[in-house]
């Protein structure tokens, strides 16, 4: 279709319902920005080039549309948007939108928390803690109807890994604790986060050390990804975002009403507010920094093995050590021993 055909569409079946407009103005701003191809030429109009747009050009420009009649009109937030939702760009450009996206989502937050209490490790007097909570601000009151209020400890001491400790992106195996109440069900809260407080160290350090290569920081990882690492950093993202979107959450959420609420609350929070989504890809890019290696077949083969039987643990590693155990549990999970000697004579 010609370029005015495309204009003339997008403003009848897009824009308008939105209550919006779409005009030739509009289409040349997001050429100009890079969000957009000009399509191939087919000769001229007049004097004046006549380009040749095709139906995927015109998905594109729709969900643009959408998204900036959501007041989404950032340059970086559309780039990381149509990065998530599988569009063809250069990493270059995802890298840079990610690297000013996530550092506005680190002033913001860092600039939220005011208090220095997160800044040190002293213990809080009771009116100082309850200063510092204050500034973290209310929680969501659908998250809040369906029980999913985090322990205010895990979340001051959760800020302060964020902001004092360097990033990390050694593996982190989960521990037989925390597989052991995800297989039972009765996980809480306040397991879930002091589980996942490691993962966010130095998520809101942007700088670098001085005597380093620069990747101990998140300006770093960003700044030294590679290509593939972008994608499969955005595929993990999107794995995890869809088995919150599809499951229990490993138990956290309730199966209620208001649980369904605050998971789609969650979930749409991730995919719509700019800041937010850096942050998930971030954590993406993380996780594939800290794996060198995807997991396997047998691994997960194993996982699902032991998530079926909560007391596998208890009559596997009765007699050892809490410290060996977790030791012993990871070196099973790389070599899927247990698969190999327990799970071959399972009558289930």
Request: net charge positive.
């Amino acid at each position: 279709m010609t370029k005015a055909e495309l204009v003339a569409l997008i403003h009848e079946r897009t824009a308008l319902p939105l209550g919006t407009t779409f005009v030739t103005s509009a289409l040349d701003d997001l050429i100009k920005l890079g969000l957009v191809d000009p399509g191939p030429r087919r000769g001229n109009v007049g004097r004046k080039p006549n380009f040749e747009y095709r139906w995927r050009d015109c998905h594109r420009i729709r969900f643009i549309v959408i998204l900036q009649a959501r007041g989404m009109t950032s340059r970086n937030a559309l780039r990381l948007q149509l990065f998530w939702a599988g569009c063809r760009l250069p990493i270059s450009e995802v890298r840079q939108a990610l690297l000013q996206e996530y550092r506005s989502a680190a002033a913001t937050l860092n600039g939220q928390t005011r208090s220095t209490a997160v800044d040190n490790r002293k213990t809080l007097t009771p009116k100082r803690r309850a200063s510092l909570l204050r500034e973290f601000g209310p929680l969501d009151t659908r998250l809040a109807d369906a029980g999913l209020q985090t322990p205010p400890d895990q979340m001051i001491a959760a800020m302060r890994m964020a902001r004092q400790e360097p990033l990390s992106t050694e593996p982190v195996a989960p521990t037989p604790e925390f597989v052991r109440l995800l297989a039972s069900g009765n996980m809480k809260m306040g397991d879930l986060a002091r589980e996942l407080a490691p993962q966010l160290s130095g998520l809101f350090l942007m700088g670098s050390a001085p005597d380093d290569e620069g990747m101990d920081s998140v300006e770093g990882l960003i700044r030294n990804a590679t290509d593939d690492d972008f994608k499969r950093g955005c595929a993990s993202a999107r794995a995890m975002l869809g088995l919150l979107a599809t499951t229990n959450a490993f138990g956290v959420i309730p199966k209620t009403p208001e649980g369904d609420q605050a998971r789609n609350a969650i979930v749409r929070s991730i995919r719509r507010h700019p800041s937010i989504l850096a942050l998930f890809l971030f954590i993406g890019l993380k996780k594939v920094a800290a794996d060198a290696q995807e997991v396997t077949k047998e691994q997960a083969e194993f996982m699902a093995w032991i998530l079926k039987r909560p007391k596998a643990f208890e009559v596997l590693f009765s007699d050892l050590p809490e410290i060996e155990k977790g030791q012993l549990f990871k070196e099973y999970f790389d070599e899927f021993k247990l698969l190999g000697i327990h799970a071959a004579s399972d009558p289930d």
